[in-house]
């Protein structure tokens, strides 16, 4: 079983809608959680840390349910400059886990 | 801002030669990675350093080795290179210990072996 799981997707929205994006991790000893962004043929970037307690950036919210094992990704008011693919990272230890990507493309 | 440098954003190599690829941190950062990534696979980590002088395998080591004799640099080395070595691989750094554990990218080397 993967560490990290994700939908894969494609996801492609027109612009101004709101889209959500799930990650499932397998260990319960996991302790930190991410959302990676990365744009085609760069590098990934940071796009926000996870809390349990859930956590927002301006159109961006993250969520984190300890308990069913997943992390969320919502973005509101899709814009074009949102097209990526978004990674689902988790930390245990000294090592990261990543899922695959999930890739949104936002039409005009 | 936290800087991973990697020397080459391109190279194309020959099967059979051994292959060089650095990575420079600049934020003191003990833990430091190599990872590939392809089309569908995701990343997929070669191998890891946490201090200066030690390593440990990732899930895809075999091919590859590392080297840290200094902190702030860790290169990976093809030994002898394969055409199933052509990939995008990315070099990380992060700071264990801390609250969120953030891990900083490179930019990437594209490597082709043909």
Same mark, same amino acid.
């Given at each position: 079983?993967?560490?990290?799981?994700?939908? #894969?997707? #494609?996801?492609?929205? #027109?612009?101004?809608?709101?889209?959500?994006?799930?990650?499932?991790?397998?260990?319960?000893?996991?302790?930190?959680?991410?959302?990676?962004?990365?744009?085609?043929?760069?590098?990934?970037?940071?796009?926000?840390?996870?809390?349990?307690?859930?956590?927002?950036?301006?159109?961006?919210?993250?969520?984190?349910?300890?308990?069913?094992?997943?992390?969320?990704?919502?973005?509101?008011?899709?814009?074009?400059?949102?097209?990526?693919?978004?990674?689902?990272?988790?930390?245990?230890?000294?090592?990261?886990?990543?899922?695959?990507?999930?890739?949104?493309?936002?039409? #005009? | 801002?936290?800087?991973?440098?990697?020397?080459?954003? &391109?190279?194309?190599?020959?099967?059979?030669?051994?292959?060089?690829?650095?990575?420079?941190?600049?934020?003191?950062?003990?833990?430091?990675?190599? &990872?590939?990534?392809?089309?569908?696979?995701?990343?997929?980590?070669? &191998?890891?350093?946490?201090?200066?002088?030690?390593?440990?395998?990732?899930?895809?080591?075999?091919?590859?080795?590392?080297?840290?004799?200094?902190?702030?640099?860790?290169?990976?080395?093809?030994?002898?290179?394969?055409?199933?070595?052509?990939?995008?691989?990315?070099?990380?750094?992060?700071?264990?210990?801390?609250?969120?554990?953030?891990?900083?990218?490179?930019?990437?080397?594209?490597?082709?072996?043909?």
């Amino acid at each position: 079983r993967k560490e990290v799981e994700q939908d #894969p997707g #494609p996801f492609n929205v #027109p612009e101004g809608a709101t889209v959500a994006f799930n990650c499932t991790y397998s260990n319960s000893a996991s302790q930190s959680f991410f959302w990676y962004r990365q744009d085609c043929r760069k590098e990934p970037k940071l796009l926000m840390s996870v809390y349990s307690s859930g956590n927002e950036d301006g159109r961006f919210t993250a969520q984190l349910n300890r308990a069913s094992q997943y992390i969320s990704l919502l973005i509101r008011d899709s814009k074009l400059s949102d097209s990526a693919t978004y990674l689902c990272v988790v930390n245990g230890g000294n090592q990261f886990y990543f899922g695959t990507g999930t890739s949104l493309t936002v039409i #005009p | 801002d936290v800087k991973v440098t990697q020397s080459s954003r &391109y190279l194309v190599k020959r099967t059979g030669e051994k292959v060089f690829l650095e990575c420079v941190q600049d934020m003191d950062h003990e833990n430091m990675f190599w &990872y590939r990534q392809d089309p569908g696979l995701g990343l997929r980590l070669i &191998y890891f350093s946490y201090d200066v002088k030690m390593k440990e395998k990732g899930d895809i080591p075999e091919g590859y080795s590392v080297s840290r004799e200094k902190k702030e640099r860790f290169s990976l080395i093809l030994e002898s290179a394969s055409t199933n070595q052509t990939s995008m691989y990315l070099c990380a750094s992060s700071r264990p210990g801390t609250n969120q554990n953030i891990q900083y990218f490179g930019a990437g080397t594209r490597l082709s072996v043909l």
